[in-house]
């Protein structure tokens, strides 16, 4: 609460502005984290006083590997909604790449990271080949991968065994791979190199900014700095309380680390918003309009792709049911919760996880307090609907208050 | 550093031209939208482009910016003569456009929106790591040669007032250095502080001796700021003079037709 306020002091607008705009124009834009993370905050405390075991180590693992998969899918989706596309096509692809993955190793004897280069890869194509057909048509992405979507679901039938229908993945190397934890050493050593690198990125940033006489507050950034680096250490220390750090958790930090990066340090990143804040101002700023947008598809199809490996080794088999809609409804619903606009220009990587961290818990401590099914969609359905229409107000007004 | 009376006068008699447009048509199958244009500006001076709809303003703009190119006359560029096909064109030569729609960013801050499509790097991870503190301090310097004044730069451009955009959007084509600026309507839907600012920065650019060319339906606007006035009526030149032989009823009779 502190930080927002000294926020809202230095965000200042020409006219005179009251301080609730500010606070509502914080919220919109730097501080859109918070409102997110005071909900996550309110749904752990509410099923934490109903269930004794919702906070236990073991219990938070278990809600990791439930969201590994949405998680992964909503970081590239959040990209493709950065540019003002959308794909709802992500759960027929996560199907068809587990598929090949399933049917590369088990039925041909492939190795499992020579299969899983190549379902990545048909993601990536698959992303591009689509967003390509998107931007140079004109058609609306809502349809055409809603079309892909039907056509995906063919195609798993197709690529599954027509006896069984099914992949079985029990005694693989994806089954070895899912159970994988870190050996304790690296789950401490990798976060703490990863926020030292940070640390001094910020310190690098600090030193120029003085160097060109701009304000800058070292105290203030190192203090964030390394409050995320003890957060993560936190969060492995819960992990390593339980039986380790999973690997899938692990290469989704690894994938929010550098997908953060790339949305907020390179130009490619400030590209993507600028794509979506103003698609004719970012062609005529010289930006490959097209070609940022088929990279958005392109990177969403290989995230989308091990996505759903990723889910293949949790339930140990790939069959029709694999494409089950709820990946893509889950994953859409996390970036949104997490603050991105479906109109494009607005969103991060943060968000999605935060998204996807509000969705999990309540699917998981619902099914805690033995809640029924019925009353966990009217829960889940009813906190996206208010997430979206809170956005909506917030930005809303705060941004009538300066013109 | 100029005293910009004095100025006017040796820019209008002695300067050559920077940018001379001689003869210029522009044919839309059997509709003529200009004829025989004749068209100079020079530096440190602004010439004001004005005429009623239709009069032929927006295709001349179009065909100084780049947008489409002209059917006949010559286009000089300190005194060669140079063809505009693509706004790239004129952008090499130094002769930036503001559009009226402003060409911003409403998501983006105000140094994100200056440096979008040029962004600056330093340090090791060149090309792969923005340098926020470079861009920061070269916007600050950039704006503040201006006078424009924006108390924080990380705030969304969407939530600045209407002629901090436009001046946003000026001191981008500025930092590109043009010898040329084109403004199109800048003052269009502005408040009336916000109007003053906006030509206080217009002739900022003028003392800093570029050439200006201000299209405006703002009468007052034109008269206030220009050093020159061409008037267009039906894809020809009407009228040319100095700004001190205008009033304002010589001007519309000039727009309107009704002067002789």
């Given at each position: 609460m502190n930080t927002t306020r000294q926020q809202v002091s230095v965000?200042?607008?020409?006219?005179?502005?009251s301080f609730r705009q500010n606070l509502l124009e914080a919220l919109s834009t730097k501080w859109r984290v918070v409102p997110v993370l005071l909900s996550l905050a309110l749904i752990w405390a509410i099923f934490a006083s109903q269930s004794p075991v919702f906070l236990s180590a073991r219990n938070l693992t278990n809600l990791a590997d439930q969201i590994a998969t949405t998680s992964i899918v909503a970081l590239g989706l959040v990209l493709v909604l950065v540019v003002a596309e959308i794909d709802l096509s992500v759960a027929g692809l996560a199907a068809v790449c587990a598929g090949i993955v399933g049917v590369l190793v088990v039925?041909?004897?492939?190795s499992l990271s020579i299969a899983l280069i190549i379902a990545i890869t048909v993601g990536g194509l698959y992303g591009l080949l689509q967003g390509s057909m998107i931007v140079y048509s004109g058609a609306p992405a809502f349809i055409v991968t809603l079309g892909f979507s039907l056509m995906l679901q063919g195609v798993l039938l197709i690529l599954l065994p027509a006896e069984s229908g099914l992949v079985p993945l029990a005694g693989t190397d994806l089954q070895f791979l899912a159970a994988y934890r870190l050996p304790t050493t690296l789950s401490y050593a990798l976060p703490a190199a990863v926020g030292l690198i940070g640390l001094a990125m910020r310190l690098n940033d600090h030193r120029q900014r003085v160097a060109y006489g701009l304000p800058s507050n070292l105290m203030r950034s190192m203090a964030i700095g390394v409050a995320i680096i003890f957060a993560s250490l936190a969060v492995v220390a819960i992990f390593n309380a339980y039986r380790g750090v999973p690997l899938t958790v692990a290469v989704l930090a690894g994938l929010i680390a550098i997908l953060s990066y790339a949305t907020t340090q390179t130009p490619f990143g400030i590209w993507l918003y600028a794509i979506g804040g103003n698609r004719e101002a970012a062609r005529r700023a010289g930006i490959p309009v097209n070609w940022m947008k088929m990279a958005a598809f392109s990177i969403l199809g290989m995230l989308t792709a091990l996505g759903g490996v990723v889910a293949a080794a949790r339930v140990l088999g790939v069959s029709p049911a694999s494409a089950d809609q709820s990946l893509l409804l889950e994953a859409i619903a996390a970036a949104v919760i997490g603050g991105t606009s479906l109109f494009g220009g607005r969103g991060s990587v943060w968000a999605a996880i935060l998204g996807a961290l509000v969705i999990g818990s309540i699917a998981n401590g619902m099914f805690l307090i033995n809640a029924s099914t019925q009353l966990r969609l009217l829960v889940q359905g009813g906190v996206l609907v208010a997430a979206v229409i809170a956005d909506a107000l917030i930005a809303r007004s705060g941004s009538s208050s300066s013109r | 550093m100029q005293r910009s009376g004095n100025n006017k006068m040796v820019a209008m008699n002695d300067d050559a031209p920077i940018l001379s447009l001689a003869g210029i048509g522009k044919h839309y199958g059997g509709i003529t939208a200009l004829s025989g244009v004749d068209f100079d500006v020079r530096e440190g001076e602004v010439v004001a482009l004005a005429g009623d709809n239709g009069a032929g303003k927006s295709t001349l703009v179009k065909i100084i910016s780049g947008i489409v190119s002209s059917d006949e006359g010559r286009i000089l560029f300190n005194g060669q003569e140079v063809s505009l096909r693509k706004p790239q064109d004129a952008a090499e030569l130094g002769i930036q456009t503001v559009y009226q729609d402003l060409a911003l960013c409403d998501n983006l801050d105000t140094v994100q929106n200056l440096f979008l499509g040029r962004e600056m790097h330093s340090g090791l991870l060149r090309g792969a790591k923005l340098s926020r503190p470079l861009m920061e301090s070269r916007a600050h310097a950039a704006l503040s040669s201006l006078n424009v004044k924006i108390r924080?730069?990380?705030?969304?451009?969407?939530?600045?007032s209407g002629g901090q955009r436009q001046s946003v959007a000026i001191a981008r084509a500025v930092l590109s250095k043009p010898r040329v600026i084109l403004l199109d309507e800048p003052t269009a839907a502005l408040g009336v502080a916000q109007r003053a600012e906006v030509m206080a920065l217009i002739a900022r650019l003028r003392e800093q001796g570029l050439g200006v060319i201000l299209v405006s339906h703002d009468l007052g606007d034109v008269l206030d700021i220009a050093d020159r006035i061409v008037v267009l009526r039906l894809g020809r030149k009407a009228a040319e003079r100095p700004v001190a032989e205008w009033t304002r009823s010589s001007l519309v009779a000039a727009i309107t037709g009704t002067d002789h």
């Open positions: 965000t200042t607008a020409p006219a005179k502005i039925n041909m004897d492939v | 924080d730069y990380s705030v969304s451009v969407g939530r600045l």
